[in-house]
């Protein structure tokens, strides 16, 4: 009774923090959040105290570890302005527009996204143009792991805040975030992120969802050798420092789609790969 409780005040936690069917309010999720780790919540203790900034307890609670804290004291310290304040952007290119965030992430969260995923990583897929259904293909390599609502946590709701701030778009047209992995020689293709209206499949998902505008890409780590993001049509590689994320239109001010923004995830020559895909639609999901 309790756990399923307790599930059911960590679901309304995030809802609150997202504004998903709740007006969004920071305070009431992060006291839904504490009232679901009273329950023994895991994932809900582990993210109060990741919040808190006590990185090892969140860590240790994580790995499975029977965790006895005050939770109402963490709650308490946790400080909302500083976990939504947004580092300034930088202009990489005005035309395509592409920008910078440098440091939107700690070193903490990076890892944190990362062994969230990592048991749950799956060959990645890509969407079949003609029915717009996920399909396995050989021009992506790499691994991936979604997070939708059910496996989301506050992290990712203060996070995705901040994604909102420097994009400028709501958290409401944000698609479920993803977890890439590239081992060495793990690739994606030069590809598209905009869904072209002339495929079927995609024409259906634009009318239904609306055109994915935006991809921004966090870095999770850097110790990795290779594995930059290809623009070839702008003759640039971008690789990101862990804690930036890099973002691009993809579509032109007027709506119209940007065909420069063609890109490849490259693979890395050495070491593992981990990013963060951020897609965001012109209308709320």
Known sequence: MDKARAEAIHATALAAAEGFGVPQDWGAALDLLRQAAELGHELAQSSLAALAGDWAAARRIASGKQATADWRALRASVD??????????????????????????????????????????????????????????????????????NTRDLLF????????????????????????????????????????AAAPGYAKDIADRGQRVLTLLLCLNDDYEGGETHFPMLGRRFRGRKGNALFFWNVEPNGNTDPRTLHAGLPPTRGEKWLLSQWIRNREQ
């Open 157 to 196: 709701a203060f996070l995705r805040s901040r994604f909102s701030t420097a994009t400028e778009l709501p958290v409401a047209a944000m698609e479920q975030p993803i977890v890439l992995h590239y081992l060495p020689g793990q690739q994606f293709e030069p590809h598209h992120d905009y869904l072209d």
């Open 80 to 149: 909302i302005d500083a976990q939504t304040r947004t580092p300034a952007l930088k202009i990489m290119s005005a035309s395509p527009r592409v920008a910078l965030v440098e440091g939107i992430a700690s070193p903490d969260l990076c890892d944190w996204l990362i062994e969230r995923a990592r048991p749950r990583l799956a060959p990645a897929l890509v969407y079949n143009p003609d029915t717009g259904g996920p399909e396995h293909a050989g021009v992506r390599t790499n691994s991936e792991c979604p997070f939708g609502a």
